[in-house]
């Protein structure tokens, strides 16, 4: 079965700094999804990365897509307090199904 | 964006009693929903996939008699846990793709914790 894993596992930054999650697959990607936790609640989509070397971006936030090194890359420039949550990577999987494998998170906090 | 609800959002029982969850899509129909849990500071685990009008799928591991998911109408799926232990206590999440919205795009409900005492 394809598993994700995250990394750094919780990341402490000082607001204003910019900083990078990344998230490996141990099988191909068919589309790496990016959502935001806050403890607690549900999940925020973020965005959905499907071809290798595509790239988007919300507001202050970018994430790739490395199809080759089966891995994607979260980016956040000048981070704020309200950046602070919970980062979850998830997969579909190859069927398509709507079924969701996620990491196992990447928690951010960031100092005023 | 689509909206999916849960309800309750909070819930306290006590050990050998059962629990209803349930899982809403607000201004979609959802032949399929999913059910997830989430032990503290750990990822999402999919539990069960959710057909309208038909059995539930669970992954491996899952225990349907434990797990009961009923998907009544296109609008509603619950989740209902059968003598409830400790061990059951978590936080459980359901999602929905709305098929009027992008194909990839899934809305997950704000989430049920249950505390088992």
């Known amino acids: 079965s394809q598993e994700l894993e995250q990394s750094p596992q919780s990341l402490i930054v000082q607001e204003g700094k910019n900083l990078t999650i990344n998230c490996t697959s141990s099988k191909t990607l068919y589309g790496l999804y990016w959502y935001k936790q806050k403890y607690g609640e549900g999940l925020i989509f973020l965005m959905m990365?499907?071809?290798?070397?595509e790239e988007k971006s919300h507001e202050k936030i970018t994430a790739k897509l490395d199809e080759k090194k089966q891995q994607s890359s979260l980016h956040i420039t000048a981070s704020q307090p309200s950046h602070a949550g919970i980062y979850l990577c998830?997969?579909?999987?190859?069927?398509?199904?709507?079924?969701?494998?996620f990491g196992q998170g990447t928690t951010l906090q960031v100092k005023p | 964006g689509a909206v999916v609800s849960q309800h309750p959002s909070r819930v306290i029982c006590k050990s050998g009693t059962s629990v209803k969850i349930e899982c809403r899509s607000l201004d979609f129909q959802a032949t399929t929903m999913f059910w997830y849990r989430q032990f503290p500071k750990q990822s999402l685990m999919l539990m069960a996939t959710?057909?309208?009008?038909?059995?539930?799928?669970?992954e491996q591991g899952v225990e349907k008699d434990k797990f009961l998911i009923n998907h009544a109408s296109l609008t509603l799926s619950t989740l209902t846990v059968t003598s409830a232990h400790p061990e059951d206590s978590s936080f459980y999440i359901c999602?929905?793709?709305?098929?009027?919205?992008?194909?990839?795009?899934?809305?997950f409900g704000p989430g049920t914790r249950l505390t088992v005492t």
């Open positions: 999602s929905a793709r709305d098929p009027g919205g992008p194909s990839y795009e899934q809305y």
């Open positions: 959710s057909n309208e009008g038909s059995k539930a799928t669970y």
């Open positions: 998830g997969v579909s999987n190859s069927g398509n199904t709507g079924k969701l494998i």
């Open positions: 990365l499907q071809k290798g070397g």
